[in-house]
């Protein structure tokens, strides 16, 4: 039997590593959130921020130089906004950008999209973005120092030829205020929010299965945490990806001390994915553990990446397995703090995560 060798993940953290990128091991620099990658076929970027408002209101707002569902195409920018309002109402609007609308700096965050856009430093971010009916005005400040995971470089290696997935939480935490505008009805609001930058330089569909990703404020504690699932060509290895900081402060963010767990998992009707209701991180580190759950209470997006395709595209995609989909979920996210087998903290804040699923649901054996 001829069995096709199994390609690798690596998170890039060797001294070499940093040297090789002209990245520092301590500290990130602000030309980190400029643009990083080019727009030709294969490449993709984008610009993230979300908020939990006080009034219950969730916010996304992401700036793309491609859509995740398209990045193996021409250059395309586009703009997306979802707002969940306080009374339960799903507010959506996207804008698809001519190339020339598009313009970004490399030596720090400063990205336009026609007349909307995402600037800041590290620490201060502005965004303004309008859509059709719907127009934000978000002003971000950090709580929590710039971070990354070692590089922030995921290389994806398989025979002899190697890609990137690359990933940058520019602000971990930060306090937000927000003036909307939806129709004839304003609003304001205040907050906590996140920002992070990805790109990379080929479809993400060609490196990565499935990914949850969670971030949330709970007491003095911050959290940004993931778990990636490769491809199956890289054998569906996982990489966790772990930040959690106190008071402002790191307090534990090797990878290589987490554990992660799924309850409760349900086939969602929309997405037709395997769903946890419960996601769950450990930290070990000697008698130091932190135990940080997610619990699901509603869904606020989900979408399948065909939908988004014109409908001769769309057709075209179904019939060669394009079986990409996306959900949104807010809920309660819990920590707890050991020394040994001694509880010494706990506390619980709502949060914001996410499924993404670019292939089929993974084979049991998985």
Same mark, same amino acid.
């Given at each position: 039997?001829?069995?096709?060798?199994?390609?690798?993940l690596?998170?890039?953290?060797?001294?070499?590593?940093?040297k090789?990128?002209?990245?520092?091991?301590?500290?990130?620099?602000?030309?980190?959130?400029?643009?990083?990658?080019?727009?030709?076929?294969?490449t993709?970027?984008w610009?993230?921020?979300d908020?939990? %408002?006080?009034?219950g209101?969730?916010?996304?707002?992401?700036?793309?130089?491609?859509s995740?569902?398209?990045?193996?195409a021409?250059f395309?920018?586009?703009?997306? *906004?979802?707002?969940?309002?306080?009374?339960?109402?799903?507010?959506?609007?996207? %804008?698809?950008?001519?190339?020339?609308?598009?313009s970004?700096?490399?030596?720090?965050?400063?990205?336009?999209i026609?007349?909307?856009h995402?600037?800041g430093d590290?620490?201060?971010?502005?965004?303004?973005?309008?859509i059709?009916?719907?127009?934000?005005?978000?002003?971000?400040?950090g709580?929590?120092?710039?971070?990354?995971?070692?590089t922030?470089?995921? =290389?994806?290696?398989?025979?002899?030829e190697?890609?990137?997935?690359a990933? %940058?939480?520019?602000?971990?935490q930060?306090?937000?205020?927000?003036?909307?505008?939806?129709?004839?009805?304003t609003?304001?609001?205040?907050g906590?929010?996140?920002?992070?930058h990805?790109?990379?330089?080929?479809?993400?569909?060609?490196?990565?299965?499935?990914w949850?990703?969670a971030r949330?404020?709970?007491?003095p504690?911050?959290?940004?945490?993931?778990?990636?699932?490769?491809?199956?060509k890289y054998? =569906?290895?996982?990489q *966790?990806?772990?930040?959690l900081?106190?008071?402002?402060?790191?307090?534990?963010d090797?990878?290589?001390?987490?554990?992660?767990?799924?309850?409760?998992?349900?086939t969602?009707?929309?997405?037709?994915?395997?769903t946890?209701?419960?996601?769950r991180?450990?930290?070990?580190?000697?008698e130091?553990?932190?135990?940080?759950?997610?619990t699901?209470?509603?869904?606020?997006?989900q979408?399948?990446f065909?939908?988004q395709?014109?409908l001769l595209?769309?057709?075209?995609?179904? %019939?060669?397995?394009?079986?990409?989909a996306?959900?949104?979920?807010?809920?309660?996210?819990?920590i707890?703090? =050991?020394?040994?087998?001694?509880?010494i903290?706990?506390?619980?804040?709502p949060?914001?995560?996410?499924?993404?699923?670019f292939?089929?649901?993974?084979?049991?054996?998985v």
């Open positions: 039997m001829n069995m096709k060798p199994m390609g690798s690596r998170l890039a953290g060797s001294e070499d590593d940093y090789r990128l002209g990245l520092s091991p301590s500290k990130v620099s602000n030309w980190e959130d400029g643009q990083r990658i080019g727009t030709e076929n294969g993709y970027e610009w993230y921020f908020a939990h %408002l006080e009034d209101a969730a916010v996304v707002v992401i700036f793309h130089t491609k995740a569902a398209t990045a193996d021409p395309a920018p586009s703009i997306t *906004i979802n707002l969940t309002m306080p009374d339960g109402r799903k507010i959506d609007r996207i %804008l698809h950008a001519e190339a020339e609308a598009f970004a700096s490399k030596d720090g965050c400063d990205v336009r026609g007349e909307n995402f600037v590290l620490n201060h971010y502005y965004i303004n973005a309008a059709e009916d719907v127009s934000l005005q978000i002003e971000l400040i709580q929590v120092p710039s971070w990354r995971p070692r922030g470089h995921m =290389y994806f290696e398989h025979a002899g190697e890609h990137l997935f990933w %940058l939480p520019a602000v971990p930060g306090q937000v205020r927000i003036v909307g505008k939806v129709g004839a009805e609003f304001e609001g205040v906590v929010g996140y920002h992070d990805n790109w990379g330089d080929v479809p993400m569909a060609d490196l990565i299965h499935d949850y990703w949330g404020k709970i007491g504690f911050t959290i940004v945490a993931s778990y990636i699932t490769a491809a199956e054998g =569906y290895q996982p *966790i990806v772990f930040l900081a106190k008071d402002g402060k790191v307090v534990a090797d990878e290589t001390k987490v554990r992660f767990e799924t309850d409760k998992v349900f969602d009707e929309v997405t037709g994915k395997p946890a209701d419960i996601t991180y450990t930290y070990q580190d000697g130091t553990r932190y135990v940080i759950t997610f699901r209470e509603r869904t606020i997006l979408t399948n065909t939908d395709l014109p595209k769309r057709v075209a995609a179904k %019939l060669v397995g394009v079986d990409g996306y959900a949104r979920y807010v809920g309660t996210v819990r707890e703090a =050991y020394d040994g087998y001694r509880l903290e706990q506390y619980a804040d949060a914001l995560w996410e499924l993404m699923y292939g089929h649901a993974l084979p049991p054996a």
